[in-house]
């Protein structure tokens, strides 16, 4: 069993800065790749931001500049430092982490998701 539990989400002004964090933990033999997605209300979850082991990332085009992601691969957690937020960042925000489980199994898990609000 692996879970992700995500923190960080929150209501918070146009141009304000949110951190968000994802622990992972369970039957953990190595993670590798961990990014963020997102999902607002009537519209299908996207990619935000991926890290892979090696710190390699990867963000959508409509965050980039505003956002970084980073990781702990000692602790298995993944951080998501949102800054300039505008009221279209607005979503649930979901964790995701490619997990090589004691057995060994390959799972692609998902955290609960935090939702992050910003208001105009």
């Known amino acids: 069993q692996v879970q992700l539990v995500e923190s960080g989400g929150g209501l918070v002004q146009a141009g304000g800065s949110l951190r968000l964090s994802c622990a992972a933990s369970g039957s953990i033999v190595r993670i590798y790749e961990m990014g963020w997605y997102r999902q607002a209300p009537g519209k299908q979850r996207e990619l935000v931001a991926t890290?892979?082991?090696?710190?390699?990332?990867n963000y959508a085009d409509s965050v980039k500049g505003r956002f970084t992601i980073s990781r702990d691969n000692v602790q298995n957690t993944v951080y998501l430092q949102m800054n300039s937020l505008k009221p279209e960042d607005t979503a649930v925000y979901y964790c995701n982490a490619d997990v090589l489980r004691r057995g060994p199994t390959f799972l692609n898990a998902w955290g609960q998701g935090t939702l992050v609000t910003v208001s105009s």
């Open positions: 890290v892979t082991s090696g710190g390699s990332t």
